[in-house]
């Protein structure tokens, strides 16, 4: 199949890729010329394991072509994927100029009939929008075309995300006209061979299901940070704990790992969004606003515990930090809980030596030079002349360090743990002070 995708950021170019890997001829639009220009020369925007094979040879190989032309992306397909952003607004609310930006662009070329599918995250009722946005263009240019517009939400992992495309645990489908089905089910048809992953319903129910899905994920995140302050309090080891309750199959041990707090760019963008849609309908959502505000208090456990340690005044400190991006296998840092960690650190006076696997970029982008930040080559030299170790992000390569030589470096033997990756029993008979993130050993409870 012929298949345009409008807006290769992080969902459309992985969308795309995987697309065309299977046979597909996708063209990919995008107002950002210097993008197209570096895709075309093989430079992918974004960190996402095995993402730049998968671009160059489709790329190569002429099934995957890349264009700021918009009327020849309408003209080159029936399936027209809109792919881009849709950033908080200032109320937190989705911001949809993009979408129906591309919806009416979509309507001001289109000759033939055309199915029309939302990639994007976006609130409950942006299909209704896109059809209102397409139909009075189409009025506007005195031409009566049809057309249908479809809800295809993605549910991609960061760090896992081709992997996720290739092979989907499902693929939500929100149509109100059974007309459009087909050429949907033939465009999935490489991926749902084994068996029946695709999902149908009514739009505004897959609308809603993709940002039910981040939410509920988030919500059990929340949970158990909310469960690891408690376990600090109360003398207790939320390790211990994670591993009662996880055994439990109707809990399961997905995303109840405590830390230093969720972000990126779905989690808490989605539920601020719908945060939002429910208010605007008159509902207070009381567990999301809760999931919320125990997220934003969690980044803010390690400058506690800093300076608690050490103090308020940080003056003349330096804290090597090993971690940046919000999570292992990307170089995203939207949201992340170093960001709120670093600058709470310097507001206090502090220095940071950081290293991060893929994120240093990124970090240089968002900060650029600074006298109190200093990006290292490699884990071990971030610690030279550091008071102290921090952890942010659990990258593997984090996870079986050279004990002796971090207690031989540092200092002092100090490590304030965000993602729980040490037991702390083992770095106290080493000699270390840890800090975890509801690990009881740490902190005197109150009973």
């Known amino acids: 199949m012929k298949v345009t995708v409008f807006g290769i950021g992080y969902v459309g170019l992985v969308q795309a890729a995987v697309l065309a890997e299977v046979g597909h001829e996708v063209l990919c639009i995008d107002v950002d010329a210097k993008k197209v220009e570096n895709l075309k020369n093989g430079h992918i925007p974004i960190f996402e394991p095995g993402l730049t094979p998968l671009v160059q040879q489709n790329y190569e190989a002429g099934r995957l072509l890349f264009s700021t032309n918009a009327a020849e992306g309408v003209a080159h397909a029936t399936v027209q994927f809109i792919a881009v952003g849709t950033p908080p607004d200032e109320d937190g609310s989705a911001d949809l100029k993009y979408v129906t930006a591309v919806a009416r662009t979509i309507a001001e070329y289109m000759t033939e009939p055309k199915v029309v599918i939302d990639k994007s995250t976006v609130p409950v009722g942006t299909a209704d929008k896109v059809r209102a946005v397409m139909t009075e263009k189409l009025k506007e240019r005195g031409v009566d075309i049809e057309f249908n517009v479809v809800s295809n939400p993605e549910f991609l992992k960061e760090g896992a995300a081709v992997a996720d495309c290739m092979r989907p645990e499902r693929i939500v489908i929100g149509t109100d006209n059974p007309d459009a089905i087909d050429p949907i089910r033939e465009l999935y048809e490489p991926f749902n061979r084994n068996h029946d992953r695709m999902i149908l319903m009514d739009i505004r129910s897959a609308e809603l299901t993709k940002y039910a899905a981040n939410c509920m994920l988030a919500t059990k995140i929340s949970f158990m940070n909310e469960m690891s302050n408690l376990a600090e309090m109360l003398g207790a080891d939320i390790e211990k704990v994670r591993q009662g309750i996880g055994s439990d199959s109707r809990i399961g041990y997905h995303f109840i790992y405590p830390g230093c707090g969720y972000g990126g760019s779905c989690f808490p963008k989605d539920v601020q969004a719908l945060i939002r849609t429910a208010e605007h309908i008159g509902y207070q959502p009381k567990l999301l606003q809760a999931v919320e505000q125990v997220n934003y208090q969690q980044k803010y456990k390690l400058p506690t515990f800093i300076q608690r340690h050490f103090g308020d005044d940080l003056k003349g400190k330096t804290f090597a930090l090993w971690g940046l991006s919000f999570k292992p296998n990307t170089d995203d840092m939207r949201e992340a809980s170093s960001r709120v960690l670093m600058e709470q650190l310097w507001a206090a006076g502090a220095k940071i030596k950081a290293y991060d696997p893929e994120a240093m970029n990124e970090t240089q982008r968002i900060y650029g030079q600074r006298d109190d930040l200093e990006l290292m080559g490699t884990k071990e030299s971030a610690l030279q002349n550091a008071d102290a170790l921090i952890i942010c992000t659990e990258w ?52």
């Open 396 to 447: 593997q390569n984090f996870r079986a360090p050279d004990f002796d030589a971090i207690k031989k470096t540092l200092k002092e033997p100090v490590i304030f743990d965000g993602r729980n990756l040490y037991d702390p029993e083992r770095l106290e008979k080493r000699g270390f002070t840890y800090y975890g993130i509801g690990r009881g050993a740490s902190i005197n409870p109150v009973l």
